[in-house]
């Protein structure tokens, strides 16, 4: 840490008062941080407040969305952020994790550069950009094949079966998995690399083939950080709001099936917001924010603490 | 006590003592007569880094069931030839090896031959202990017989009872078999690599300077132990430690660097003869410390 | 004894029934790891291919010139353009000294402890989904004066660049040698000038790095716009008290319209738009990557 060299040093007589201010500066700006987060928070209970007044926990778990009857409740948002999410992380995670593995352990190095790069590429892409794609291309793409398919064999289990519109529940999780998928991976190969070579080593050198280095050295030492990568995915998917607004079909309810039109709380609060009236229904849109942003917040600590667990490792650097 | 050291042509002097005597020394042991397995014959032997040469034509043979020691100064290669013989510099890319191998006759660089196969004969310890910190004691001595499929819990129970045993752990661990690997202190967690590489039930036991990292008297217990293994394996050692080289050695093999930065070999002997009476100037200047 | 439970002797070291199956498992594992690599490739292909094709033959000069978005009559992006550059300027100019500071503050001054804490605030912050920021910006610049309006717009952008730009800093001030700090301050160079001339200037070029990345990103973001800027079909300039359009919300608008012609539009808007977050980030990697490589 370079502070102890500069605090001591500042007894230049005229530089003081610069210096004084400089330093205060820079601390009100980095404090500037930390208050937006606590502001952030407290903005949004503050004027979701009416809210929580009016119903109580019960909003979490209230079913109805009626702003003409003054009833609101958060559950068909909560259940279709949770469903997209799930399906995002069920399909993220393998791919990812394996990717991963891939561009760290087996790629060559003049392979794996160029893959890594285009991977982060496709996390810069902005969310409406691969929304639009998503509408036109991907959406109908998978109504007429992997949609299709799903229902021939698997119709016949309830949730997996009913009309397929493209647009709806499945074609969210899938974009919400092309979204995710640079995270996990970014993370996940990070950690990957951290683990000692000597580790490595120790299991080439009981014989064993590359994969087995890998499944039985390499990951079970990486794993909590992989794990931390899967839920900073997850919640990745939580918030994601223009992509899944413009594929999920913006349907109030529960959905039927998984390809059934639904909604998640932020492509609710993209729709509905600018239209709502103030007052109790911009209240309660606020509300849906609040739970959204404690669950997001609370993946990210409990992710952020997994993965620098691995990153900064037993023993110290 | 000072001794002297009279220049003299290298094909004919008289013994002279070139340390001062150091009760440790044994005679030589005679070959094992059983000693069928676990020879390894080294001829020509080239290693490549891309295009840099690191380790020059090495020729020497490594007895059965007696401890071989490779010694001289850092840098000279003696660790990267170490790993020749288990094919783990394969591990780093662009490395090449020119020249042969072999394990009891057969060429361990023969394209038919593979290299996980071989390391289950040809086990290795190295300088840090690196046992497997997700493991417990169990699942670490145990890990080379999972790869193999074999899950019967007696038969690894056995195994395991056997190899830790053998590694002088097993009092030491017996009642905390379920704990991590690394809750163990730096000495019992090289013992228990030990048992690891002896679980498989390999013919040859290589060590890349398997006491450097630990205290005096850990490293006493490493070389105890050493002693009582070469009855049942071959070892070979890479050490920088040349007491223990003398103390524990059946026949040394002294590697330099040549000016090209390759490292050769400049003699092998029995250890006796090594450090009592070297045919070669330069052994004798690093045995008796004139040069680090 | 060493070696008897051995098969002495050929294929003791060529392998075993169960070693084959190792092998062939081996070989399974890894292109089931090689696909996963190109599973994850192949959404990056289909999206720059499709929206590169539908994008261009979008493009035209109505597009970039013409404002107005009436119904499958015409019209273009330009307002939006004309509001991206400024809403995401102002963004800058407001984030980056923020940005900056905080980032010196943390490398700098900050002691252990609260350095972590900071840096940790800053990673939960870039965790916050973005139209949450939107929200938060709504309840205290648009809401009590009952107006939406572009400056707004522009700080919900600043509060998601500021712990991009945040962390950059920290990083690359965390590269700069302690010895060059010593050498001026031994100078008897004053700690602010120290900070300011020498180490910031040493890590500027990283630093701008940082902020172009961050540039890229609130270019392209659309939920914190949508109750602050709100989007216009009118051509905004310096208005700031007023809505403005932004590309991202042109080509979200335009997505939702059930005319071919405004569908085109926003392809050719999202080929724009992709085609500077792209250039961005291909820049500020191959730069990196290459001064890394020195």
């Known amino acids: 840490m370079t502070h102890i060299t500069l605090s001591a040093r500042s007894w230049q007589g005229s530089g003081r008062l610069a210096d004084i201010t400089f330093r205060g500066s820079s601390r009100i700006a980095a404090s500037a941080l930390v208050a937006l987060l606590i502001l952030i928070g407290v903005l949004l209970f503050a004027t979701s407040r009416l809210t929580w007044e009016t119903f109580g926990l019960s909003f979490v778990t209230g079913q109805t969305w009626d702003p003409v009857a003054g009833v609101f409740g958060a559950l068909p948002f909560l259940v279709g952020t949770i469903l997209a999410a799930s399906i995002a992380v069920i399909f993220a995670a393998p791919i990812g994790i394996f990717t991963a593995i891939y561009l760290s352990e087996l790629a060559p190095r003049r392979l794996a550069t160029p893959l890594t790069f285009m991977i982060e590429l496709l996390a810069a892409i902005p969310s409406v950009v691969i929304g639009l794609w998503g509408v036109f291309i991907l959406a109908p793409f998978l109504r007429l094949t992997v949609e299709a398919w799903i229902v021939s064999v698997f119709g016949w289990i309830p949730f997996l079966g009913g009309p397929t519109y493209g647009i709806g529940l499945f074609s969210a999780g899938v974009i919400l998995t092309i979204m995710i998928l640079p995270t996990i991976v970014t993370i996940s190969r990070e950690v990957i690399q951290a683990v000692p070579g000597s580790q490595r080593e120790a299991m080439f050198a009981l014989g064993a083939t590359r994969w087995e280095v890998i499944r039985r050295a390499v990951i079970p030492f990486a794993r909590s950080g992989i794990i931390g990568a899967v839920i900073l995915g997850l919640g990745r998917a939580l918030g994601e709001t223009m992509a899944v607004t413009m594929v999920i079909g913006n349907k109030d309810a529960i959905p039927a099936s998984l390809f059934d039109q639904t909604q998640t709380i932020a492509s609710k609060i993209a729709t509905s917001f600018s239209e709502a009236s103030v007052g109790i229904e911009t209240s309660s849109l606020i509300a849906l924010g609040l739970v959204l942003l404690v669950l997001t917040i609370i993946m990210n600590v409990v992710a952020r603490l997994l993965v620098w667990r691995v990153a900064e490792p037993v023993g110290g650097r | ?292 | 004894m060493a070696g008897a439970t051995q098969a002495i002797g050929a294929g003791r070291l060529t392998g075993t029934r169960a070693a084959s199956r190792r092998t062939r498992t081996d070989q399974l594992m890894r292109s089931v790891a090689a696909l996963a690599a190109i599973a994850c490739v192949v959404p990056l292909a289909a999206v720059l291919v499709f929206v590169t094709l539908n994008g261009i033959s979008a493009l035209n000069v109505d597009l970039l010139t013409k404002a107005s978005r009436a119904q499958g009559i015409g019209g273009g992006a330009f307002a939006a353009i004309l509001g991206t550059v400024q809403m995401v300027g102002l963004a800058t100019i407001i984030a980056v000294p923020f940005g900056v500071l905080a980032g010196v503050y943390v490398n700098e001054f900050a002691s252990r402890r609260s350095g972590r804490a900071i840096r940790f605030a800053a990673d939960v912050l870039v965790g916050v989904p973005s139209i949450l920021i939107g929200v938060f910006v709504f309840t205290f610049l648009v809401l009590p004066f009952k107006q939406y309006n572009a400056f707004a717009g522009s700080v919900a952008l600043a509060v998601i660049m500021l712990p991009v730009i945040m962390r950059t800093t920290e990083e690359i001030l965390k590269l700069v040698p302690v010895s060059l700090r010593e050498a001026s301050l031994a100078l008897g160079i004053p700690t602010w000038r120290t900070v300011l001339s020498v180490v910031l200037r040493t890590g500027l070029p990283g630093i701008l790095t940082g902020i172009m990345l961050a540039v890229a990103r609130a270019a392209g973001e659309t939920a914190p716009l949508l109750f602050t800027a709100l989007g216009s079909q009118l051509v905004n300039v310096g208005g700031f008290n007023k809505p403005m359009d932004a590309l991202p919300l042109f080509i979200y608008v335009n997505a939702r319209q059930p005319f071919e012609l405004q569908n085109q539009q926003a392809w050719g808007a999202a080929f724009l738009l992709l085609l500077f977050v792209l250039v961005v980030n291909i820049l500020v990697r191959t730069r990196t990557a290459g001064r890394r490589a020195q």
């Open chain 2, 1 to 292: 006590m000072t001794t002297e050291l009279r220049p003299a042509p290298s094909t004919d002097r008289p013994p002279v003592p070139v340390m001062p005597p150091a009760p440790a020394l044994a005679p030589a042991r005679p070959e094992p007569e059983d000693a069928t397995t676990g020879r390894i014959e080294i001829e020509a032997l080239n290693v490549y880094y891309g295009a840099f040469r690191a380790v020059r034509d090495i020729s020497m043979t490594v007895k059965p069931h007696a401890i071989t020691a490779i010694i001289g100064p850092s840098g000279c290669g003696k660790s990267t030839f170490l790993r020749t013989l288990n094919r783990m510099h394969e591990l780093i890319p662009q490395t090449r090896v020119e020249g042969s191998v072999r394990l009891d006759g057969e060429d361990v660089y023969d394209p038919s031959v593979d290299p996980v196969a071989l390391r289950r004969v040809v086990g290795m310890v190295f300088q840090r202990p690196n046992p497997f910190p997700t493991m417990s004691i169990y699942d670490n001595v145990v890990a080379g017989l999972r790869l193999t499929g074999r899950h019967r819990a007696a038969e690894l129970d056995e195994v395991m009872e056997r190899s830790l045993r053998r590694a002088a752990l097993w009092d030491e661990v017996k009642d905390k078999l379920k704990s991590s690997g690394v809750s163990l202190s730096g000495g019992q967690q090289q013992r228990l690599c030990i048992a690891r590489a002896l679980a498989v039930d390999p013919e040859v036991i290589l060590m890349d300077e398997p006491a450097s990292a630990l205290d005096p008297i850990a490293t006493l217990r490493i070389e105890e132990l050493m002693a009582e293994l070469r009855t049942n394996y071959t070892i070979v050692i890479v050490t920088h430690n040349m007491q223990q080289a003398s103390r524990i050695s059946d026949y040394t093999a002294f590697f330099t660097m040549g000016p090209d930065r390759s490292g050769y070999l400049v003699e092998m002997d029995s250890t006796v003869q090594i450090f009592t009476n070297p045919k070669q100037q330069l052994t004798e200047d690093y045995v008796s410390g004139r040069f680090g």
